[in-house]
Structure formats: C-alpha cells, structure tokens
C-alpha cells in the first residue's frame, strides 16, 4: 500500500471548514484514498473514500487532485466534537483481505 | 447497540499472566480484524478472519498472542505470558465484503 504524509496537528475555529491534506504521491492506479477519524479513547470512524472523482457524504467531502497525488478532506462547519485525529489511508480495495494501514494522522483540534 | 462489541475495556494484569478479549462482530460481518495501538501511534493490524479462517497475520502476532473465531461470529484474543511491552489498545473490527471496517470502542491493556 501506497504511503501517506499529513501534517501533525491542525487548528480550526467551531464553524469554519476544516481543510485536511494528505499526500500520496506513490499511489498506484488500483488504490483508493480513505479517511478515517478517531475521537479520543474511541475506536477508528470510518468518514469516506474515494479513487479519482471527489465524494461526498452527511460527515465530508473528500477532494483528489486530478494526477491522484494528494487529497483533501474537508468538513464543511466544524464543531467541537469534529476534534479527532484524522487518518489519511491509501490502500487497494479488493474483495480481499484488504487491512487499513495507518499512520499517525493529524491530530485536529477544533477551538471556539 | 449494533456496533462492534469489545469486552472488558479496561483490563490490568500482572507481568507473565494470560489474558483474553473478546470482540463481538456486527451481525452479518464476515470479516474481522484485530488492531492494536499503542500511545501517540496509529492502529497496527495484527490479524484478520474471513468468517472462522485466520487468512493473514501480522509478524507482530508473536507466538504469544493467538486468536481463534471458532464459529466465524465472536472472536478471542488471547496473549500468554504478558509483557510490559503489551500494554496497549486492542480494537477489533469488522466488515461486509466490499465495504468499510467498523471499529469498537477497544480493550485497554495495562501490563504491571
């Protein structure tokens, strides 16, 4: 699986969007790009996935550059409970055993 | 709830003891994974069943740890002869085919 790189941390004000990167400058043709999101003492939040068309769902909208290079996740009117680390994961989706390999995220805290 | 169960979330054991989680699937999930994390790093796979075959292990499954999903619904984890170095979060996941993982909330394990 493709690696990724996101920032350590990010800062964000209650009601403003909240604009993740990630980088996946490796990725292969077959790989899809999800995000997952993990609330503190929480499990892993499945948040939304995509290969090449920008998606969007009721949690985010996820934003792929048009050479698949890199991604955004975006969600629209943070709040405070949106306060995370976020993961940006890169992987072949299969009918397979296809597990999540994560890194350490970006831990996104959402200020009033 | 639905979701994915673990149980106990919390457990402190003494260093050389065995100890047990349990994961309880979402109905109908015939794919289960076993993460663990530790402090400040994201989940790392350890196993993965599709119904009650164990189809990948991860080299950090030593021969300590052993999982089973004997009737391809609940799942055990099992570790034998604790260590230090055990002490973490164990999440268990499951999954339909072709569609995203949901996580449980994970057993937090303490090795005195």
């Known amino acids: 699986d493709a690696k990724t790189t996101q920032p350590p941390s990010m800062d964000c004000a209650e009601g403003r969007a909240a604009n993740l990167p990630c980088n996946h400058s490796?990725?292969?043709?077959?790989?899809?790009v999800y995000w997952y999101r993990q609330i503190h003492s929480q499990g892993p939040q499945y948040i939304i996935h995509?290969?090449?068309n920008n998606e969007t769902n009721e949690m985010a909208s996820l934003i792929i550059t048009e050479d698949r290079k890199s991604s955004t996740l975006i969600l629209p009117h943070a709040t405070l409970r949106d306060t995370a680390v976020y993961y940006c994961?890169?992987?072949?989706?299969?009918?397979?055993?296809?597990?999540?390999?994560f890194g350490t995220g970006t831990r996104l805290q959402v200020t009033l | 709830d639905t979701g994915v169960s673990q149980n106990p979330r919390h457990k402190i054991t003494k260093r050389g003891q065995n100890v047990t989680f349990r994961c309880d699937p979402i109905?109908?999930?015939?794919?289960l994974y076993w993460y663990r994390q530790t402090l400040g790093q994201g989940p790392e796979f350890l196993t993965y069943?599709?119904?009650?075959?164990?189809?990948?292990k991860s080299r950090l499954l030593s021969d300590r740890f052993s999982a089973e999903r004997p009737k391809g619904s609940f799942s055990t984890l099992e570790i034998q002869r604790t260590e230090q170095g055990d002490s973490a979060m164990y999440l268990c996941?499951?999954?339909?085919?072709?569609?995203?993982?949901?996580f449980g909330q994970g057993t937090r394990l303490t090795v005195v």
């Open positions: 994961i890169v992987r072949v989706h299969t009918g397979t055993a296809s597990k999540l390999t």
């Open positions: 069943f599709q119904n009650e075959a164990q189809l990948e």
């Open positions: 490796t990725i292969s043709g077959n790989e899809y």
């Open positions: 995509g290969l090449k």
């Open positions: 109905s109908e999930h015939n794919r």
């Open positions: 996941a499951s999954s339909p085919p072709w569609a995203e993982a949901f």
